[in-house]
């Protein structure tokens, strides 16, 4: 038996089996996805044009684009043994919006989430809060949805379709803002003094944290003012505030080192710190002034 025959006979026989054709056209397709995804992290293993962040993001939505486009090939050719595909296509108006009303949801994630990187609003690295409520490190980005890692450990799936607002905590710069209510019986002229010794401390010990435009810090860490009088109603007192711009990638690292430093020289020049004030609420205290006493 020659090749050519050989090879008639092999195809003859996968087509008479819908079974070992559906499995050797997926693995095809996941060879293929499998063959391109390594020559991307070939590719970016190799090269320099990317930062890390922004080469995890793209290797994450070629990951998600090639899941999704081997899902979809599969079950377009597994309706095509069955169904005349050209009549489906002949109708894919009527059919195109049965899908699109069935599938909305799933529609407007792939959507929104291709404007987004489009956009380039966040990328894999990226510290962000969603819609106030849910804050984390980007840990994967999907034309569909994001996975961002809690502080605590716990992985959100978070659908594209779902976030309203970002906050991104690694755009640019961020600013520290560190307030202190001190008690009333505080000179406030020593308690700047205090705070601009702080301030000089910080921008000692933390001048590799600061943002800087050619060679020069924006904004240093600098004394404010007086920013509130008694800000809370649980301690009395007035409220001091220092500021600051850092890198964003260093800015909870640094936040805890300003407060840090504040304490430790608010304790060695005994700073006292606002009062607790209590709230007790009575009702109808004019009936309990009129009661009788116990001994009456």
């Known amino acids: 038996m020659d090749l050519l025959t050989f090879t008639e006979e092999f195809f003859d026989y996968i087509r008479k089996f819908l079974l070992l054709r559906f499995t050797l056209f997926a693995l095809v397709l996941i060879t293929f996805s499998f063959v391109i995804n390594r020559m991307i ?12 962040e922004v080469e995890k993001t793209i290797q994450g939505v070629a990951r998600s684009i090639f899941r999704y486009g081997i899902a979809i090939s599969l079950v377009i050719y597994l309706i095509s043994q069955f169904v005349d595909i050209k009549g489906i296509l002949a109708g894919a108006g009527i059919a195109g919006v049965v899908i699109g009303f069935a599938a909305q949801q799933m529609l407007k994630d792939v959507i929104l989430g291709f404007a987004r990187l489009t956009d380039k609003e966040f990328r894999v690295g990226d510290f962000v809060t969603f819609n106030g409520t849910s804050s984390g490190t ?35 710069w961020m600013r520290v803002i560190e307030r202190i209510t001190v008690s009333y019986q505080e000179d406030p002229a020593r308690i700047k003094e205090l705070l601009e010794k702080a301030s000089v401390i910080c921008n000692e010990k933390l001048v590799h944290s600061l943002y800087r435009l050619g060679g020069e810090a924006v904004e240093p860490f600098q004394y404010i003012g007086i ?46 710190m606002p009062a607790a004030n209590m709230f007790v609420q009575i009702e109808n205290s004019q009936d309990i002034l009129e009661q009788p006493s116990p001994s009456t």
């Open 41 to 52: 992290d070939w590719f970016f293993r190799k090269s320099n044009f990317f930062d890390e």
């Open 227 to 272: 920013t509130d009088l008694n800000p809370n109603l649980k301690h009395v007192g007035y409220e001091f505030c220092i500021v600051g711009l850092v890198k964003p990638e260093e800015y909870f690292e640094t936040s805890r080192q300003v407060r840090f430093e504040l304490m430790s020289l608010f304790y060695k020049n005994q700073v006292q």
């Open 138 to 172: 980007i840990e994967e980005i999907s034309i569909r949805f994001m996975q961002i890692r809690e502080w605590s450990g716990k992985l959100l799936t978070i659908p594209h379709g779902e976030i309203r607002a970002i906050q991104n905590f690694n755009k640019g």
